[in-house]
T-cell receptor, first 112, second 109 residues
Framework: KAGVTQTPRYLIKTRGQQVTLSCSPISGHRSVSWYQQTPGQGLQFLFEYFSETQRNKGNFPGRFSGRQFSNSRSEMNVSTLELGDSALYLC???????????FGDGTRLSIL | QKEVEQDPGPLSVPEGAIVSLNCTYSNSAFQYFMWYRQYSRKGPELLMYTYSSGNKEDGRFTAQVDKSSKYISLFIRDSQPSDSATYLCAMDNDYKLSFGAGTTVTVRA
């Protein structure tokens, strides 16, 4: 069974640009969550989607947004990139949300 | 104060030793408790998932939850060099996981 797939694996951007990251959940999983991982702050929750609806959102500025499609695939977008946005962005999926979340290997975003 | 506290270590043990990891938390609303293992350049891998207080065993891994003390533990028996990784505790509430800082473990051959 294929796991959570995130693309691209690595991305380099400059300040002020925007970026879109993609996540394909495990087949049959309808909940997709996004997390940011940095050495200083650890893993922090961004948002969670279920059936194309955002059910919870973390404490991140409005520059961070996401969406989920009818096939459960999800994208997150970060606009007006800042140096501090450099991080590993992780996507996780679960069947219904309040069940074990399984993670992809993330997208490493570097801002120059 | 963080919702989930975890000693970041690092922790270094000889092969075959028991590894003991723990986390404390402050939010009584947490219902589900997980341990993840993360290797360098990889995403977190789910090791254990528990709901109620008590022990849960899976092979060399034992997870303990004490809701009254707001304390969870993970024990790894007969540790192997391949267990060298960062171990993260996580807790679920309202479709959101809150993580500890992660403990870096090295098992010396």
């Amino acid at each position: 069974k294929a796991g959570v797939t995130q693309t691209p694996r690595y991305l380099i951007k400059t300040r002020g640009q925007q970026v879109t990251l993609s996540c394909s959940p495990i087949s049959g999983h309808r909940s997709v969550s996004w997390y940011q991982q940095t050495p200083g702050q650890g893993l922090q929750f961004l948002f969670e989607y279920f059936s194309e609806t955002q059910r919870n959102k973390g404490n991140f500025p409005g520059r961070f947004s996401g969406r989920q499609f009818s096939n459960s695939r999800s994208e997150m977008n970060v606009s007006t990139l800042e140096l501090g946005d450099s991080a590993l962005y992780l996507c996780a999926s679960s069947r219904e949300g309040n069940q074990p979340q399984h993670f992809g290997d993330g997208t490493r975003l570097s801002i120059l | 104060q963080k919702e989930v506290e975890q000693d970041p270590g690092p922790l270094s043990v000889p092969e075959g030793a028991i590894v003991s990891l723990n986390c404390t938390y402050s939010n009584s609303a947490f219902q589900y408790f997980m341990w993840y293992r993360q290797y360098s350049r990889k995403g977190p891998e789910l090791l254990m998932y528990t709901y109620s207080s008590g022990n849960k065993e899976d092979g060399r891994f034992t997870a303990q939850v004490d809701k009254s003390s707001k304390y969870i533990s993970l024990f790894i028996r007969d540790s192997q060099p391949s267990d060298s990784a960062t171990y993260l505790c996580a807790m679920d509430n309202d479709y959101k996981l809150s993580f500890g800082a992660g403990t870096t473990v090295t098992v010396r051959a």
